[in-house]
């Protein structure tokens, strides 16, 4: 069982940076792929940014170029460097952890984005 909890959302305006960190109980942090998704009212819960647990990024075409995933094993951490925040950023974020059937996921971060 991983036990994920995420922090860091907040109001932001336009233009402005964020940065999620997701802490997760496991000490076996380091075998999991991990990622960030976002849902919104009424729409699914989307991909924003994964990590292999070899260090692979994979990015949604709309976060390229602005978002930035990395991973701390020594402290079982994810963290989301968000830049350029657009007001389709908005959302609830939540962190992720998975390898082969097992799925894992955090209670969520509001992150909204707005003048």
């Known amino acids: 069982q991983v036990q994920l909890v995420e922090s860091g959302g907040d109001l932001v305006q336009p233009g402005g940076s964020l940065r999620l960190s997701c802490a997760a109980s496991s000490g076996v942090f380091i075998v999991y792929h991990i990622g960030w998704y976002r849902q919104t009212p009424g729409k699914q819960r989307d991909m924003v940014a994964t990590?292999?647990?070899?260090?692979?990024?994979t990015y949604a075409d709309s976060v390229k170029g602005r978002f930035s995933i990395s991973r701390d094993n020594a402290k079982s951490t994810v963290y989301l460097q968000m830049n350029s925040l657009k007001p389709e950023d908005t959302g609830v974020y939540y962190c992720?952890?998975?390898?082969?059937?097992?799925?894992?996921w955090g209670q969520g971060t509001q992150v909204t984005v707005s003048s």
């Open positions: 992720w952890a998975g390898l082969f059937s097992q799925n894992y």
């Open positions: 990590i292999t647990n070899s260090g692979t990024p």
